[in-house]
C-alpha cells in the first residue's frame, strides 16, 4: 500500500481480556517499529524489528506485552490481562533500512480499556 | 538517557507570522533528528529529518536547524496558515540505537 495502515483504529476492551493490534508496513521496509503514545505525550519506544527478528524490544513495559512479525512484514502487537494503564494509542512506523533512516507512521490504533 | 525538550508546549499566532519551534537534546550522540507533525486524533507526518552530520533542510515554507554540539534543533515555519495548525514533535534516534526519542511537542494554533 501507499503507507503503514493499523487495524483496528479503535478498540475498546475490557480489563483482563487479550487484544491484538495488527501493523501493515510500507512495502518492501525491512524496519518496524512500535510506540505508545498517551495523551499530552510524545511516543515512547516499545519494539523495533529488523526482518523477522525484534532487535530492540528494551521499551516493553512487562511480559503482558508481545509483538511479533513472522514473514517480515506484517506484525502483530499482543497484550494480555490489560488493564486501564494500558490505555493508549499504538503507533506503528516502518523505515526501509535499519541503519537510522526517516520513519513513517501509521494512523494508530487507540486501545480503550474499561 | 536521552532526554528531548521542546520549547514552547503551545503557540498561538496570527495568521501570515513567521515563528520559531524549539527542541533541545540532553545527548549529543545522536544519528539524526526527525520534526513531524501530527493532527488532532491522527498519526505522525513526517515533516524533515536532518542527519547529523547536517546544519539543515529544508521542505517549502518549512526551514529545520540542527546544533548538535549544543543539543538544539529549531522548526522554522515562513508565513503561518491557518492549515499549520497541529502538534509539532521532534525526536532524536540516539547513537547506537534505532529507536526514537521524543519530546512531548508544540501545539501550534494560527488564526485567521
Known amino acids: 500500500g501507499a503507507g503503514v495502515s493499523q487495524t483496528p483504529s479503535n478498540k475498546v476492551t475490557e480489563k483482563g481480556k487479550y487484544v491484538e493490534l495488527r501493523c501493515d508496513p510500507i512495502s518492501g521496509h525491512t524496519a518496524l517499529y512500535w510506540y505508545r503514545q498517551s495523551l499530552g505525550q510524545g511516543p515512547e519506544f516499545l519494539i523495533y524489528f529488523q526482518g523477522t527478528g525484534a532487535a530492540d524490544d528494551s521499551g516493553l513495559p512487562n511480559d503482558r506485552f508481545f509483538a511479533v512479525r513472522p514473514e517480515g512484514s506484517v506484525s502483530t502487537l499482543k497484550i494480555q490481562r490489560t488493564e486501564r494503564g494500558d490505555s493508549a494509542v499504538y503507533l506503528c512506523?516502518?523505515?526501509?533500512?535499519?541503519?537510522?533512516?526517516?520513519?513513517?507512521f501509521g494512523p494508530g490504533t487507540r486501545l480503550t480499556v474499561l | 538517557k536521552q532526554e528531548v525538550t521542546q520549547i514552547p508546549a503551545a503557540l498561538s499566532v496570527p495568521e501570515g507570522e513567521n515563528l520559531v519551534l524549539n527542541c533541545s537534546f540532553t545527548?549529543?550522540?545522536?544519528?539524526?533528528l526527525q520534526w513531524f507533525r501530527q493532527d488532532p486524533g491522527k498519526g505522525l507526518t513526517s515533516l524533515l529529518l536532518?542527519?547529523?552530520?547536517?546544519r539543515e533542510q529544508t521542505s517549502g515554507r518549512l526551514n529545520a536547524s540542527l546544533d548538535k554540539s549544543s543539543g538544539r534543533s529549531t522548526l522554522y515555519i515562513a508565513a503561518s496558515q491557518p492549515g499549520d495548525s497541529a502538534t509539532y514533535l521532534c525526536a532524536v534516534t540516539q547513537g547506537g540505537s534505532e529507536k526514537l526519542v521524543f519530546g512531548k511537542g508544540t501545539k501550534l494554533t494560527v488564526n485567521p
Open positions: 536532518i542527519q547529523s552530520s547536517q
Open positions: 512506523a516502518s523505515s526501509p533500512w535499519d541503519f537510522a533512516s526517516e520513519q513513517f
Open positions: 545527548d549529543s550522540a545522536i544519528y539524526n
